[in-house]
């Protein structure tokens, strides 16, 4: 009877471990967390940039939920939000100027790669690679923009 109690106890104690660990291991998705733009860093073609930009994510390794919050080159304030899987699916996405949807893919635990579409079509494919450090986030803008330019853009935030 004690060998049993012992036995239930470890098991017990090992499912807790277990649990403890895969919590921050979720939590500590490489994209999550609040980014703001480096002005100084970023790269707009064409421009001019935007005056600042500050995005937080939420993410879990398999969803994300991303709002933007930023001052357009105009001094207009633009908000960005969506929520979406990494599975390649249309999710809809609201502020965008130029997308009705994104989707959404993880080539790795440290990229995420954005396809922006309007009315079903591909305008704007943004590739965002969080460093090794996890301090910098860089996303590469590639695609149109709602007045049908080419845009070539690579902004650069700090993790705040």
Known sequence: MMRMKTLAALATTLLLVALALNVPVAAADTQSGTWKMDPAKS????????KSITVKIESDGDNIKLSSDGIDAAGNPTHIEYTAKYDGKDYP??????????????????TVRST????????MTITSVVSKD?????????????KGQDVNNIVVYNKQ
């Not at 922006?116 to 305008?123: F, I, L």
């Open 93 to 110: 996405i609201t502020g965008a100027p130029n997308a009705d949807t994104v989707a959404l893919e993880r080539p790795d635990a440290s």
């Open 116 to 123: 922006m579409k309007k009315d079903g079509q591909v305008v």
């Open 134 to 146: 996890g301090k910098t986030r860089t996303s590469t803008f590639k695609g149109k923009d709602a």
């Open 43 to 50: 790269k707009y073609d064409p421009g001019p940039a935007a």
